[in-house]
């Protein structure tokens, strides 16, 4: 059963950092796409980052370009996303989700972390 582990998420001020985990686990992700989303209240959930484990391919919505970075440990089956210069508009719950293919559409997704809660202060 293929489960979803995220982490990291808090409260820090604008301008500050943060470092979102999701641990995967449940079978091999070697083909995967893995991205992160958010969710802010009252607001659809949002495509944020995605990274494919083969070979690494990194992509990014325009509105946290520069800003965050998406990685992968192989060997602990890991995902970090990096958030740098936070905002106070990037508040909402963080999820981290996967699916098989090269898509990194949240429709496409096939399964999903329990989220985890950032939250930037002005």
């Known amino acids: 059963q293929v489960q979803l582990v995220e982490s990291g998420g808090g409260l820090v001020q604008a301008g500050g950092s943060l470092r979102l985990s999701c641990v995967a686990s449940?079978?091999?992700?070697?083909?995967?796409?893995m991205g992160w989303f958010r969710q802010a209240p009252g607001k659809e959930r949002e495509f944020v980052a995605a990274?494919?484990?083969?070979?690494?391919?990194?992509y990014y919505a325009d509105s946290v370009k520069g800003r965050f970075t998406i990685s992968r440990d192989n060997a602990k089956t890991t995902v970090y996303l990096q958030m740098n210069s936070l905002k106070p508009e990037d508040t909402a719950i963080y999820y981290c989700a996967t699916n098989t293919g090269s898509s990194y559409r949240p429709e496409r997704m096939d399964f999903w972390g329990k989220g985890t809660h950032v939250t930037v202060s002005s």
């Open positions: 449940g079978r091999t992700f070697s083909s995967d796409t």
């Open positions: 990274i494919r484990w083969s070979g690494g391919s990194t």
